[in-house]
């Protein structure tokens, strides 16, 4: 099977409210956002995400890619590949409901925290799935040199 087509954001301007997540088998990381600030960062449950996204769609979203790597093969034997299959579910809904996504490899969220630039900020997300959660939306701020003054750091 192929790849749902994923949609793009015309503009590239923040919209009025979009969200960036992290997919996870059991917790997910969900940034919320309007224009180019952090509204709420949260960690959820898959069920829960699908159900805010199939409910009230955001204008964009961005998810972190998965992908099954060589060296994390052997631990993944017996797998039903949860979060694999919560990144198709993501894919499927923004599909059904004409919301743009952009898909980034987790390189992208993960340089965030690395960048001399941001290096000294505070992050609104409290573990590790909200932390990149937040990272993947602003590595998409910065590439639009979108950040707000006031977003700290």
């Given at each position: 099977?192929?790849?749902?087509?994923?949609?793009?954001?015309?503009?590239?301007?923040?919209?009025?409210?979009?969200?960036?997540?992290?997919?996870?088998?059991?917790?997910?990381?969900?940034?919320?956002?309007?224009?180019?600030?952090?509204?709420?960062?949260?960690?959820?449950d898959?069920?829960?995400?699908?159900?805010?996204?199939?409910?009230?769609?955001?204008?964009?979203?961005?998810?972190?890619r998965?992908?099954?790597?060589?060296?994390?093969?052997?631990?993944?034997?017996g797998?039903?590949?949860?979060?694999?299959?919560?990144?198709?579910?993501?894919?499927?809904?923004?599909?059904?409901?004409?919301?743009?996504?952009?898909?980034?490899?987790?390189?992208?969220?993960?340089?965030?925290?690395?960048?001399?630039?941001?290096?000294?900020?505070?992050?609104?997300?409290?573990?590790?799935?909200?932390?990149?959660?937040?990272?993947?939306g602003?590595?998409?701020?910065?590439?639009?040199?979108?950040?707000?003054?006031?977003?700290?750091?």
């Amino acid at each position: 099977m192929k790849d749902f087509p994923v949609l793009s954001l015309s503009n590239q301007q923040p919209p009025e409210v979009w969200w960036s997540i992290d997919p996870g088998d059991v917790h997910v990381g969900l940034a919320q956002w309007s224009y180019s600030d952090l509204v709420s960062v949260f960690e959820t449950d898959p069920y829960t995400l699908l159900s805010m996204l199939s409910a009230g769609p955001p204008k964009f979203v961005i998810c972190e890619r998965w992908a099954l790597y060589g060296w994390k093969a052997s631990e993944q034997t017996g797998s039903e590949f949860f979060t694999s299959q919560l990144v198709g579910a993501i894919k499927c809904l923004c599909w059904l409901r004409q919301v743009p996504l952009l898909m980034q490899q987790p390189s992208v969220g993960k340089a965030m925290f690395r960048a001399e630039r941001h290096k000294d900020r505070v992050w609104r997300g409290r573990n590790k799935h909200q932390r990149d959660a937040e990272a993947h939306g602003l590595a998409w701020l910065a590439k639009l040199d979108r950040i707000s003054e006031g977003y700290g750091g």
